[in-house]
C-alpha cells in the first residue's frame, strides 16, 4: 500500500518535470527561437518532438494519481513509453553520428567518444528515472 503511495508521489514529480522540459522544447520549436543549452542539457528546438514529450508528461502525471488501478498504470505506461521512443531516437542518432561517413573518413577514438558526451537531451535525462514503471508493473501483476 505505502508503495503505490510513494510511487504516485514519485509519477506525479516526474510527470511534472517531464511536462515541464516537454514546454520549454515547444516554445524553443516556435519560429524565431534558438534552442536552450546549459552544462550538460540541451533542449533541441524541435516543435513535434517538444509535443510528443509534454503529452507524455501529461499521461505520466495523470496516471500517477491512480497508480494501484490498471488503468492508470496504464496511463503512466503509455506517457513512459512515449518518452522512450524518443530517448531511442536520441540515442540511435548519437550512434550514427559517431560513424564516419565517405570512404576517406577515419575518426579517432577521441573523435569517437566525444559524440556521446553532453549536452543530452531532456528525454535522455529522463529515460533512466522512467524505467521505475517495471517495478510497478510487477507489483501489480502479484
Known amino acids: 500500500m505505502m508503495k503505490f503511495k510513494l510511487g504516485s508521489a514519485y509519477f506525479a514529480i516526474l510527470g511534472v518535470i517531464t511536462l515541464a522540459f516537454g514546454g520549454l522544447e515547444v516554445v524553443t520549436g516556435l519560429p524565431g527561437i534558438e534552442g536552450l543549452s546549459t552544462g550538460a542539457l540541451e533542449i533541441p528546438p524541435d516543435l513535434w518532438r517538444g509535443i510528443i514529450i509534454f503529452f507524455a508528461g501529461a ?9 494501484r488501478d490498471i488503468h492508470g498504470l496504464g496511463m503512466s505506461t503509455f506517457g513512459s513509453i512515449m518518452l522512450w521512443i524518443i530517448a531511442g531516437c536520441d540515442i540511435f542518432t548519437r550512434i550514427m553520428e559517431s560513424i564516419p561517413n565517405g570512404a576517406g573518413g577515419l575518426n579517432s577514438l577521441e573523435g569517437f567518444l566525444a559524440t556521446y558526451g553532453p ?3 531532456p528525454a535522455l535525462f529522463l529515460l533512466p528515472f522512467s524505467l521505475v514503471i517495471f517495478y510497478f508493473i510487477k507489483e501489480v501483476e502479484k
Do not use: D, E, N, R
Open 119 to 121: 549536452p543530452y537531451s
Open 59 to 67: 499521461f505520466i502525471t495523470a496516471g500517477a494519481f491512480k497508480l
